[in-house]
Structure formats: C-alpha cells, structure tokens
C-alpha cells in the first residue's frame, strides 16, 4: 500500500471521529447502542469484477460505499454505522480509496467506526453497514418476503447503461426513497436492483412466494442507453441500476403515486402472480416466458 498500516490507521481516525456514545476506530470492536431492530449487510467488490485498475481510486472506494448502503435503503432503514475490510495492493492508493469511501459514508450521516487493512494480490473492499428502522415509519424493516399475487411491481428509476456510462461507479442508493416507501402500508416488499430487474424481480417474487410478469415496454429505460441498442434486454439485464424494487398493494397505488415527493417517478414494471414461474409480455402482449436473466455471478 502507499501508506503502511498504521499511519493509514491514524488518517482514518482523524479523519472519522466516532459520534458521542460510540466507540470508533482503532480498538478490537466498535461500540453503538441501538435503539430498536438492527439490519446489517456486508457488500464486497473485487478488482476485475466490479472495477478495473484503470478506474478512479476515489470513485472505487465511492462504489464500495454506495453499494453497501444501497442494502440498508432496501430495508428502509436509516444507517447507523460502516466498518470496512480493505485488501490493498501497493498499485493503488490506499488513502485514495478510503477518502473516496468515507466521503460517501458522510454524505449519508453514517460514521465509519472500523474495520482491518491488509496487503493482496488484487483490491478488495468489503464494507459491512448495519441501519435502524425510521422512527418515522415505527422502526419497521421492510423485506423481500412480504410480497402478496397481485401487487404491483414497482420501480423508483429508469435502468439500465450504467457500465457503458460509468455510472456504476458513482451509485446513488435510495435512502430517502427507502424511508419514504417503509411509511406505507400499501409496501408489502422491497429490494434493491443490483443485478439487473429480470434476475432481482425473481429474486423478490420467489422470496415471496409468488410468480411474476414482467412488461418490458413499461420499464423506464435510463437515458445511458443507446437508442440504437437493444432496449428493453440493458434495462432488464444490465445490472447495478441500485433502484429499488417495490412490492405495492394496487389499491392503493394511486393514492401511492400521487403522494411521492421525489422528482423520479414510479413506474409499475410488473406483477407478483399467485401461480409459481416467472413471465413477460411479449410485443403482442401474450404472456411468454421470462428467459432473461440478469446478471449471475459465475466464475
């Protein structure tokens, strides 16, 4: 690394105070307090997967950031605390990285309290972030089970493009959005998309115990996306979109859609079925099946 351990250890420190009642970098643990429910995740990303040598140091350790808080956004959970496992080459710079990533960990209040630092091969970020339930929406933690046949599958952004654009390393995980959306009681489910809506709509609809139908000519498509290409397969399957994916009563879905505060606005992109399998709407608008994938991690 271009900093040895400790001095990285000692930027760290100054630069991420913990916040009273914590206790933060440099011992064996951190120390918190939670005032109700605890969710924690743990998100790593790996050089020639995620990233490439040639990116930004800053902006990797951004991603690594923003991923991991994009799980806490899922669960509309506010986030409470980061620690983070960096397996540095000396190529990179390690100090770099690290502003990169607490700067993103800033900009969402969420201190980083610890973690370990080692020398590898290849960079590797592993961030675990833990968050509370909203005291706004009664401390409730939304999951991916609560989907019911026929709710709506609904989205908080356009997908897809965004490893052509580059804006896969600059993730903006819906926090807010994730708050907003565990307030109301018309939410049976939510995930975030991180591997594209074709596998994660699975992902969610299985948890749930549902089937699904996807229509892919509702899917807002994100402007990264040559007009020219295969529209509908990026939007689906491109991945690291970091949307949330929203299970929503349909009775209230008009009520829903007029109460949102954002500027993007929802889209319905599907429904959970009672029947098992998963399905989209053809051109024609027959029901064929879902063949798309999404991203799947292989080796």
């Known amino acids: 690394m271009s900093l040895d351990e400790l001095a990285l250890i000692r930027a760290l420190q100054a630069a991420h105070p913990a916040p009273p009642g914590m206790l933060g970098i440099g011992d064996d643990c951190c120390v918190w307090q939670p005032q109700g429910a605890v969710c924690l995740s743990t998100d790593a990303i790996v050089e020639g997967r995620h990233f490439t040598a ?11 950031a923003a991923a991991a808080l994009s799980d806490i956004a899922a669960m509309g959970a506010l986030p409470t605390g980061a620690v983070v496992a960096l397996c540095c080459p000396g190529r990179w710079d390690a100090l770099a990285i690290m502003e990169g990533l607490g700067a993103e960990l800033a900009r969402h209040r969420c201190p ?27 401390r409730r933690l939304v999951t991916r089970h609560g989907g019911r046949p026929g709710d709506l599958l609904v989205v908080t952004g356009p997908l897809g493009g965004s490893l052509r654009s580059g804006r896969h390393l600059r993730p903006e995980p819906r926090l807010a ?27 969610l609809a299985e948890a749930s115990g549902c089937g699904l139908l996807l229509l892919p000519e509702q899917v807002p498509v994100h402007e990264d996306v040559p007009p020219l290409s295969d529209t509908v397969t990026a939007a689906l399957c491109d991945g ?37 399998g998963a399905w989209m709407e053809d051109r024609q608008r027959r029901r064929v099946p879902l063949t798309l994938r999404g991203y799947e991690h292989r080796d």
């Open 177 to 203: 959005e994730g708050r907003w959306l565990a307030r109301q009681a018309a939410v049976h489910a939510m995930m975030d998309l991180s591997d594209g809506l074709a596998g994660d709509a699975r992902k």
């Open 54 to 64: 040639a990116d930004p140091p800053s902006l990797v350790g951004r991603k690594a």
């Open 112 to 138: 980083l309290l610890g973690g370990d630092t080692t020398a590898s091969d290849r960079l590797v970020i592993a961030v675990t972030v833990w968050g509370e339930g909203d005291p706004e929406a009664k």
């Open 240 to 276: 690291e979109d970091y949307e949330l994916l929203v299970a929503v009563e349909p009775g209230m879905w008009p009520t829903l859609q007029l109460a949102w505060p954002f500027a993007q606005p929802l889209s319905v992109v599907g429904w959970l079925l009672a029947e098992p």
